[in-house]
């Protein structure tokens, strides 16, 4: 079991940015495969990117490709989604999710944060 704990959501204008944290607790950890996903209003929870947590090799997805960034800090056991440029329809929850294989679908990740709001103003 691992617990996940998200924080850093908020209300943001387009054009800025946000960094989200994932604290990740529990035992060996560093055996998954760390996802985010997001979810707007009325839609399928679609994948951003995933990172394996041993390697820290991020893999991004093209939607947000060139503005988000997944990165790991061992030392806080905490994985990272940094937004910038932010635009209104990245407006949705977003979440942190734990698996152990690199895949784009939240069917393939056993564990969730709570998710948080990011909401994007223009």
């Known amino acids: 079991q691992v617990q996940l704990v998200e924080s850093g959501g908020g209300l943001v204008q387009a054009g800025g940015s946000l960094r989200l944290s994932c604290a990740v607790t529990?035992?060996?950890?560093?055996?998954?495969?760390m996802g985010w996903f997001r979810q707007g209003t009325g839609k399928e929870r679609e994948f951003v990117g995933n990172?394996?947590?041993?390697?820290?090799?991020?893999v991004h997805a093209d939607s947000v490709r060139g503005r988000f960034t997944i990165s790991r800090d061992n030392a806080e056991n905490t994985v990272y989604l940094q937004m910038n440029s932010l635009k209104s329809e990245d407006t949705a929850v977003y979440y942190c999710a734990a698996g152990y294989v690199r895949a784009a679908s939240p069917r393939d990740y056993a564990y969730w944060g709570q998710g948080t709001q990011v909401t994007v103003s223009s």
């Open positions: 529990g035992r060996s950890f560093s055996s998954y495969v």
């Open positions: 990172i394996r947590w041993s390697s820290g090799i991020p």
